[in-house]
């Protein structure tokens, strides 16, 4: 299928990835191989597949039949030339960072990124000899000045998780150009529906295919999209460090992504009205979420997304024990450390986002104890809002 925008986007939610391929026995959809191997009656066409030469599968650590299905619709979706999968949303972005860095090179990136991310960057690369220099995610003069100064990579993550904060991806992509650094952006929370970042100047797009493109906490995958060029290179690197997606996990991000528009839609609409009306609720502090004209890049996110989303976060007040008093009285939301699913899920970063991090980390980040990270699911709305409402009453 074109990778044009001339087509919408549920259309490419559904069909995306799927003509190109033949179907097994005139199926309508796409099967789950889940065959390790493949085999071939003559040497010269088994030799020309695993050159590339033709096209074919030759072992599942490599390609998939069902994982290419499922990449070919994500590439559609980011109107990229080609991506590539693998086992964890941590594994595609450890994967893409090692491919491109080299001890002696420079990555510059922001301080409230998601704790995993968090982490590599603060304990993995430096001892690799990568200096990591992490801006303060608002400030995007400084974020031009430390890019100036040269780097290999500058990566990107907006909305930020758990902060929800924005980052201007097309202004950012410009100074990275300027020094020939590699712009690497997570757009998970914002999914291909709301943002596509390799529209905007990013090199590279990734998302942990857990969240929103799979849609309903059954399945765990990554995904990196980009040119030819870049994916082939992270490719050759999940291929031999073996991060690879499974087959049936592919099926149900395949599965889940033909209602992707329909969900993001409604998780956008919900997002924004729980966040209008939580910022009237007098036992709530601070709002999260860049719908809201309050926040300080609203105009960034209106420019650059088409939906703001289904992630929100507040602080209410007491903080952290307040927090531990109302979350357990929501009927209508799970208390656990995942998103983007069609039920509502939320937690505090202490226990999700940034569990691997301590307290002073978390500080360091801009990330309070007391702040709540809320996804919203696509049940009816006034049910979310009279959930929240009865209680933050316990307050």
Known sequence: MSNKKTVGKSTLSIWGGEQEHELYERSTQVPVVHSVSFGYKDINTWQNV?????????????????????????????????????????????????????????VVSIKDSYGGTNKIFNDFLPPLNIDV??????????????????????????????????????????????????????????????????????????????????????????????SKELVKQVYHYREINGATLSPMDAYSFIRGMKTLKLRVERQNDNA???????????????????????????????????????????????????????????????????????????GPPVTTSHVECSADERAAAGIPEGLVRYSAGIEDIDDLIADLEQALAHL
């Open 50 to 106: 695993a050159l590339e030469k033709e096209p074919g599968h030759i072992y599942s650590r490599n390609t998939n039949p069902t994982v290419r299905a499922f990449e070919d619709k994500v590439k559609e979706l980011e109107y990229a030339e080609a991506a590539t999968s693998f086992a964890t949303g941590m594994a595609a972005i450890s994967n893409c960072l090692a491919t491109f860095l080299k001890p002696g090179d420079r």
């Open 272 to 346: 924004m009205a729980v966040a209008r009306w939580l910022d009237k609720h007098p036992q709530v502090e601070q709002v999260n979420y860049p719908g809201l004209e309050s926040h300080l890049h609203h105009d960034v996110a209106k420019e650059q997304m088409s939906g703001f989303g289904g992630m929100l976060s507040f602080s209410v007040k007491g903080g952290l024990e307040a927090i531990k008093t109302f979350l357990p009285k929501l009927q209508y939301a799970h208390m656990a450390a995942n998103l983007g699913c069609v039920e509502t899920v939320v």
């Open 133 to 226: 220099t992490l801006c303060e995610t608002s400030d995007f003069e400084q974020m031009e000045l430390e890019i100036g100064k040269g780097c290999a990579i500058v990566y990107l993550e907006t909305p930020t998780n758990p902060t929800i904060k924005i980052l201007d991806i097309k202004r950012l992509s410009i100074a990275a150009k300027k020094v020939n650094a590699l712009v690497v952006v997570d757009n998970t929370f914002a999914t291909p529906i709301n943002q596509n970042p390799l529209q905007l100047g990013a090199d590279i797009v990734l998302h942990s295919a857990s969240k929103y493109l799979g849609g309903h906490a059954d399945a765990l995958g990554g995904v990196i999209c980009g």
